[in-house]
């Protein structure tokens, strides 16, 4: 009951690529390595990515100042 072989392994794998399928998995593995190097751009002290700054410029553009009024009055 220890350890599980190889051959464990080799088995376990095969009944996931049939379950999930090779394109879902590269999938999966593409979106977890994109969320781990953001993750780690986002932990760099300093400089913030153009894109965020262009990002942030553009939503300050489109800010529009309104006044609320209480319709109960």
């Keep these: 009951m220890g350890s599980f072989s190889i051959w464990h392994w080799l088995i376990v794998l ?3 690529m ?17 969320a781990v190097k953001g ?7 300093g400089e913030e990515p153009k894109e965020q700054i262009q990002q942030a410029a553009a939503a300050t553009e489109k800010t ?3 006044q609320a009024k209480d319709l109960n009055k």
Excluded: H, S, Y
């Design 14 to 16: 095969v009944i996931v």
């Design 18 to 34: 049939l379950v999930f399928g090779t394109k879902k998995l590269r999938n999966i593995g593409q979106d977890l390595g994109g």
């Design 39 to 45: 993750f780690k751009d986002g932990m760099k002290p």
């Design 64 to 66: 529009v100042d309104v």
